[in-house]
């Protein structure tokens, strides 16, 4: 029984050595990178870094990503000027594209249709409204020399608060000892991604149901889609919003019309992509991640990059 | 619970280490413990189904000992009609009697009579129950054909029963086995743990880096198949062809390996039945312990082949059409039955039944001939086409599945439903058929590597094979827990 344990202790580290070995060699872990809250209060990702994003237990997607001085990833340095024609496209991870080389981003698509025109990538997984109006404000002095502003939004996600409040303990959390392991340990990240560990959080889930357990209120759809408009208004009221710079970049399908007809009885300009996308013959997103695959992403610049073409007589 | 569950993950190791340290010198309170670990394993599915284990295991202990309590020839047979009445009622009436009821609405509305369904019961199938009403009806048999003896030891007999590692879906153990071994004291084995160990490794890769990656694309394939071209619908039967080998041969690798840990030596289920030269030499590698099962107790008994070419003929086609039946409660798998029938019977007539019963192809050499080549392919083309009515839901299905192929003969590109490159599952697939190859001589030990450091490898790579093919998303249970 001793030999037993002794040894299967020693396969079992020898083993995970060669595993991690392998995955780092295969790179078949996601490089996640640090973030970090600005002095202007703008949480964002630390400046300098490069890495591969990876999706799917194959490398099923595989794309390098670079984070600017500014610290969002894009191909370009953000350096707006009263000379140049400049768009920014704020949004969340849709817009941040870990999932596309940061060379072929919408971003860049954009640029490719239109002339004489640099498109700045403000994309950080998880932006909400608040996040968006917030960088705004934070970075006046640049907004105010960027001519146009497309901010992504996802009715459903964006708008749950009215108020923008910086994450400090999520970030300090990314500091602490056990994410450090786990970004560290490239293995464990790996077999975390592709769920191997769903075992423990089942198990874990299973324990902590209590049959006396709270049930949450549940708030139909017409309360809560007025919620989510009344924290739109409030947002706008605080941050302020220039309705002849800025304009919308949703999927009609998805967005409630109590937010629509409001956009258009205010004079908020959108933009659709929800139609195009329904008329791709192959699928625009990633099946694997949902996000917009270089189909998606050619469709998404083409709307906007229509839309600009217009605007600035381009045609 | 399912052996490739963390739940099996924790629950292993703790039986493994109350058995060989708590337990170690007490074997027959090893055989309480592993009883009561076996009632707790089938009981997290369904505790209520325990008191049908409970029966069968109580009605077949008093009959074994009641046939071997008289010479009378009568009273020894009424005992056994009374294990293989109970026996089959429980599996007539939890598996069948929907079904019987169903057909019989079918036949009768075929004559132009409606009879309303208003006999069909909402019964849920107990997980194993095929399983451990055949190895208990096994026990009766022995002991009415003499060739065991019963024991009296009750507590051991619930335990050669409900066996955990081999309880939902075998191998079909023989009294003679595993009961003989429950009722001596088990040693540990450092050499037998280790085997157990590996076998377990193997298993676990055939369920989930073969069985489960390949299942989403079978299933896409069968349920669409009306829009797809012949070589898709080939592909997807083909594929689930190594679906059901890699689930089903994975569970059975487990099982012989979870219980080589505890001392217990289980009998061979699958013997690479992929490198069959015939459907004869198929059926003596696939689901061993059921297609011995059938040979002992229907087939013998009905005088196999000792009686004229016609009544042998006749025996082979009642085999496959009770094997048929016995996987499910569906006109398809009594047509997989008939197929299987049909093929055999060539076989048979042409006295090429029991020709490769001891030998493997290549026996001499590195690869096979070219006529083995040749063997090869067609037995697994005749295996996997009889997969269509394996895998169809209906009879209907399969004849669909069937025509789509023949009038829709051409190709074109699959993707996978998920978008995932096919090319990795091509690559897997004849990795895999290559390494079974070279293994191919010995079912229990498929590691057999001489340098450690090669084995190490060998270890580390099925392993990432494993997490590169894991499926969360998939339903992980096994496909032979239906039947």
Known sequence: ?315 | MVFNSLDYFIFLPTVFFVYWVILKKHWKAQNIFILICSYIFYGLWDWRFLSLILLSTLVDYFVGIQIHSTQEKSKRKGWLWVSVLFNVGLLGFFKYFNFFVDSWIDFASFFGYTIKSTWTLKVILPVGISFYTFQTMSYSFDIYYKRLKPTKDFLSFATFVSFFPQLVAGPIERASNLLSQILNKRNFDYAQVVSGLKLILWGLFKKVAIADAVAPIVDDIFANYTTYPASTLILGVTLFSFQVYGDFSGYSDIAIGTAKLFGVELMSNFKFPNFSRNVAEYWQRWHVSLSTWFRHYVYIPLGGSRVSKLKSIRNICIVFLVSGFWHGANWTFIFWGAFHALAFIPVFLMGRNTIYKNSVVGENSIFPSFVEIGQLILTFGIVTFSRIFFRSESITAAFGFINQIVSNFSYEIYYHPMGYRMIDYYILLALFVLYEYKIRKDERAPFKFKSGVVRFVAYTVVILLMMLFYDDGVDRSFIYFQF
């Open chain 1, 1 to 315: 029984m001793k030999k037993l344990v002794l040894k299967g202790c020693l396969y079992f580290v020898f083993i995970l050595v060669s595993l991690e070995v392998l995955v780092r060699v295969l790179h078949l872990y996601d490089d996640v990178p640090l973030l970090y809250i600005d002095d202007f209060g703008v949480q964002k990702t630390v400046p300098g870094q490069t890495g591969f994003a990876v999706t799917g237990n194959r490398r099923q997607n595989f794309a390098e990503y670079r984070i600017n001085k500014f610290g969002y990833n894009s191909y370009r340095e953000f350096k707006p000027s009263k000379e140049k024609i400049e768009i920014a496209l704020i949004g969340d991870s849709f817009i941040e594209g870990f999932n596309q080389h940061y060379y072929n981003s919408t971003g860049k698509k954009v640029e490719d249709r239109l002339k004489d025109v640099e498109v700045y990538e403000y994309g950080r997984g998880g932006y909400d409204m608040a996040d968006q109006l917030h960088l705004m404000q934070a970075y006046k002095k640049d907004f105010d020399l960027i001519d146009y502003v497309v901010i992504y939004i996802k009715f459903e996600n964006d708008l749950q608060r009215s108020e923008y409040l910086p994450e400090y303990d999520y970030i300090a959390l990314k500091h602490t000892l056990k994410f450090k392991v786990k970004r560290h340990i490239k293995l464990l990240k790996y077999a975390n991604s592709i769920g191997l560990f769903d075992g423990f959080r089942d198990i874990r889930a299973r324990l902590s149901t209590h049959k006396w357990s709270r049930k949450g209120k549940e708030i139909n759809e017409d309360t809560r889609n007025k919620t989510y408009l009344e924290n739109f208004r409030t947002l706008v009221k605080t941050f302020g919003f220039n309705k002849d710079k800025i304009v919308f970049l949703l999927d009609k399908r998805r967005t409630s019309n109590l937010f629509l007809n409001y956009c258009d009885e205010m004079g908020y300009t959108y933009l659709d992509f929800g139609m195009p996308f329904e008329k791709a013959k192959r699928p625009p997103i990633l099946i694997y991640d949902k996000h917009w695959n270089n189909l998606g992403r050619t469709i998404v610049a083409d709307v906007i990059a229509d839309y600009f073409k217009a605007r600035l007589n381009q045609d």
